[in-house]
């Protein structure tokens, strides 16, 4: 049976987005959090717009026209990675790299739940089970790194639950912003709106960086390096995730895309030297047990 393209995207877009989350951690050590916010946006911009340039080529550069869905749910779908993006950046400054990670995996279940309710996003039994058996997976890394169920909620879990909630609307918004170019070429309608949102998230990361921290503007082009290692893993992360949901529903390929989380925990053994317990490793199989749910449905 041939695998479908979506959960190809989704995979491509996991693995990206745990190295790109890696490298914003390393970033957090030289520049604010604003900065590092600003700069997967600012080094991920000429990438965003070469990609739509390549898929725009096979269309002889004719794009569909824009409307007012698709600039709106844009503006809102942007707006909201940026806040989500910040909010995670300043999550790995409290708590360690794995358990920050889990915080924000509220998304999956808070995307499932807002898209049936307000996007028309129907998901089947088997789907709202695999969701729930990814979420349970999430719960027992968390509770194996805190300490306990009590521990579970502090200052990280608010940081980590709002950047969820931000990253689970942008989802819903930037599918809704795709699929209202009507076109049947998904990575072109991913590609206009990857390249519309993160020309707007530059240009307002920039204004806000000048405005609120002007030093830190000279602090990143020493960091050049690595910024732009994290600008190009972000666009192509985003890529994947943009495709995939142009071409499945947002909740889907979230809970798919949790497979990150296990990428991001091996990152956090090979590469941060943190050692997974048995509960976090039953966690991961939680997680991976809800991926292949879902894939059967």
């Known amino acids: ?67 007012t869905v698709f600039i709106l749910s844009g503006f809102a779908a942007g707006i909201l990675q940026i806040t989500a993006t910040f909010l995670l950046i300043r999550l790995f400054t409290l708590r360690n790299f794995a358990v920050g990670s889990t915080y924000v995996k509220s998304e999956i279940l808070l995307t499932a739940v807002i898209g049936y309710f307000f996007f028309t996003e129907t998901v089947t039994l088997v789907g709202w089970l695999a969701i729930i058996v990814c979420v349970i997976g999430l719960v027992t890394i968390s509770v194996s790194k805190t300490g306990g169920i009590k521990s579970l909620w502090n200052q990280s879990a608010g940081y980590g639950l709002s950047s969820g909630l931000c990253f689970a609307l942008t989802s819903l918004y930037l599918r809704q912003a795709s699929l209202s170019l009507g076109t049947d070429d998904s990575m072109l309608a991913a590609g ?26 000279s602090v990143i082009l020493r960091n050049w390096r690595p910024s732009l290692f994290v600008g190009i893993t972000s666009v192509v992360g985003s890529v994947g995730w943009f495709t995939a949901m142009t071409l499945e529903l947002a909740s889907y390929v979230k809970t798919l895309g949790q497979l990150e989380f296990i990428f991001t925990v091996l990152i956090a053994v090979f590469y941060f030297k943190e050692k997974p317990t048995r509960l976090e490793v039953a966690g991961m199989l939680l997680i991976v047990s809800g991926g292949v749910a879902l894939l059967l449905n």
């Open 1 to 67: 049976m041939l695998i479908e393209s979506w959960v190809l995207w989704t995979l491509l877009a996991a693995t990206m987005q745990a190295i790109r989350t890696a490298g914003q951690k390393n970033l957090t050590g030289e520049m604010s959090a604003l900065s590092a916010t600003l700069v997967r946006y600012l080094f991920g911009l000429p990438f965003a717009l070469l990609w739509l340039g390549f898929v725009s080529r096979q269309q002889d550069f004719s794009l569909p026209g824009l409307n």
């Open 192 to 217: 206009m709106t990857l390249a519309y949102m993160v020309s707007l998230q530059t240009v307002t990361m920039l204004a806000w960086v000048r405005i609120q921290q002007p030093g830190q503007i």
